[in-house]
């Protein structure tokens, strides 16, 4: 029985579940129609180790496969961090590879590399083909979460710098008002102070560490700001039009184009809204039916969802008529914000299937 119905243990002849470290990767090949364990392994993570690994699953799989990659399916934890280099080398042989899904463990259970690999395997079996999330994959897609996690790291340094700085001021008079945080204009004559020597010793090093943190500041907003027009670059180079959509600037963009990777890997638009967690889980009971706020999947992408939606609430006009028209039903302003989520993941699939850059 074949079809986008069909659960894996159907469609597919075995699974490899990877339980995936720094150093080592354990593997466990498992019978997909009985849930067996056939065999399992542990490989290093250079080059030769994944090699090896791969050449091990074509030897154990092939003799009832006939070579045939197809019939064997390759879930793997950490597809994004230490399984990446893996995934990478089994897509291009030819495996379909896909992230594993959260493992169940029952209370009272140990827990191994072993046990791992194994619950990678297993936990695909049941679940349909359509349902499992194939592992990204592409050069673009690759490239743009290097840069934003990058753009990260940047960010969450400049913050802790402004922090820094607001607070040495607000402890030392050195002329500045910290009332609030240093805007910009501030920042930049701070980076421009000269050492004074009527200043004690006090007031000396914390004037010297005050012009580092806003020389760092103003470094940092220069990186971010190169980092941003490298993802704008790039976007539209790969999908010109998304950044046309309301709301939708080029850190969305990239969140939104890192996480669908490329056609195929998500196959509807409520896997999408699933994988970014905003599809709405039903709470209802009785004569009460109520919807609660998903708080799994890809929480960079639901960041991303949310950024959009602010963003249209405070200057898009259709949403903000349909702010208003939701505000006068009676519904507050994070409910509204969660109906707009669901349509804006809608929104964003389908525009996504339509670009030919793909």
């Known amino acids: 029985m074949t079809g986008s119905r069909s659960i894996v243990a159907d469609v597919y002849t075995y699974v490899v579940g990877v339980d995936t470290h720094a150093s080592t990767h354990h593997y466990a090949l498992i019978e997909a129609r009985t849930g067996g364990l056939v065999d399992d392994a542990e490989f290093p993570t250079h080059t030769a180790g994944l090699l090896r690994a791969v050449e091990w699953i074509a030897r154990r799989t092939g003799e009832s496969t006939g070579g045939d990659v197809a019939q064997v399916l390759i879930s793997i934890e950490g597809t994004r961090s230490y399984g990446a280099r893996l995934a990478t080398l089994l897509t291009r042989t030819g495996y379909r590879v896909v992230d594993a899904p959260t493992p169940k463990r029952d209370r009272g259970t140990g827990k191994n590399d072993h046990i791992d690999a194994v619950l990678a395997a297993r936990g695909s079996l049941h679940k349909t083909a359509d349902q499992l999330a194939d592992a990204r994959s592409g050069e673009c897609s690759a490239t743009l979460q290097v840069l934003l996690t990058a753009r990260n790291s940047m960010t969450a ?202």
């Open 157 to 358: 340094e400049r913050t802790r710098a402004i922090n820094a700085l607001t607070a040495l001021l607000r402890v030392h008079d050195l002329g500045i008002d910290a009332r609030r945080k240093p805007t910009r204009e501030v920042i930049r004559t701070i980076a421009a102070w000269r050492t004074r020597r009527a200043d004690t010793t006090t007031q000396a090093v914390a004037r010297r560490e005050s012009i580092r943190l806003a020389t760092r500041i103003l470094a940092l907003d220069a990186e971010v700001n190169a980092n941003e027009h490298a993802l704008t670059e790039i976007i539209k180079d790969l999908a010109p039009t998304l950044l046309e959509l309301p709301g939708v600037g080029p850190v969305n963009a990239a969140t939104v184009l890192t996480a669908y990777s490329h056609p195929g890997r998500i196959r509807t638009e409520a896997a999408f809204a699933k994988l970014a967690g905003a599809c709405p889980l039903e709470v209802s009971s009785g004569r009460r039916h109520e919807h609660r706020l998903n708080r799994t999947g890809d929480r960079q992408l639901n960041r991303a969802l949310h950024s959009i939606a602010n963003n249209r609430m405070n200057y898009h006009p259709a949403t903000r008529d349909y702010v208003a028209r939701r505000t006068a039903q009676s519904l507050t302003k994070p409910r509204i914000r969660r109906c707009l989520k669901r349509y804006i993941a809608r929104e964003l699939y389908r525009h996504l299937q339509g670009l030919d850059g793909l």
